[in-house]
């Protein structure tokens, strides 16, 4: 009390402690400036993660295109061009994926992300920590695997992220609760 904002520093070593630490001050409302490093909640691989939660619960446009633009496996590039262009054009929501947009060649990429935002929708009551777990399971990750292509020092980086937002989000009851924070 009596301090300014702009007079106080958080100081963090870990990427984890990092987390926990804007998570706090986001729920308590309190702004705040990253420095030497992007705040967790903003790099790219858990802002994919969460796309898909935010996807599959609000049927967002932007949040199904990032889903889409994920390591979701089969979609294929003549679907997410064609998805994109739709989205473009003003298409939203679960326009997106409805297969009357779509033509033969992109059928199983419509069909695919359907499927994947429908497993994922199922699993949004189970909290945000379990829809966290459908949406690595189908994306090829589980625990600690990590199923995509890159250096393994960039691999190592994105698994302990995701571990690190899926125990983020176990604090949290609801999906609800956990989207209007991240």
């Known amino acids: 009390e009596g301090v300014a904002p702009r007079d106080i520093a958080v100081v963090y070593r870990t990427r984890a ?6 998570l706090a001050l986001l729920r308590a409302g309190v702004p705040f400036v990253i420095r030497g490093g992007s705040g967790f909640f903003n790099r790219g691989v858990v802002q994919d993660a969460i796309a898909h939660l935010e996807a599959a619960a609000t049927w967002d446009t932007d949040a199904i295109v990032r889903a889409s633009r994920c390591p979701t496996r089969f979609l ?4 997410r061009s064609a998805l994109d262009a739709l989205a473009a054009n003003g298409g939203g929501g679960p326009d997106l994926v409805n ?7 992109q059928m199983r990429g419509v069909r695919c992300l359907r499927s994947h935002l429908g497993d994922v929708a199922r699993s949004l009551d189970d909290g945000p920590s379990a829809a966290l777990d459908t949406v690595y399971g189908l994306q090829g990750l589980k625990g ?4 995509m292509h890159g250096p393994a020092d960039k691999l190592d980086e994105r698994t302990e992220l995701l571990a690190t937002l899926q125990e983020v989000a176990a604090g949290f009851d609801t999906t609800d609760d956990f989207l209007s924070v991240a």
């Not at 402690?17 to 804007?22: E, L, P, S, T």
């Not at 294929?76 to 679907?79: D, L, V």
């Open 144 to 147: 600690q695997t990590f199923a």
């Open 17 to 22: 402690a990092g987390a926990d630490a804007q």
């Open 76 to 79: 294929g590039a003549a679907f």
């Open 99 to 105: 297969p009357d947009h779509y033509d033969g060649r």
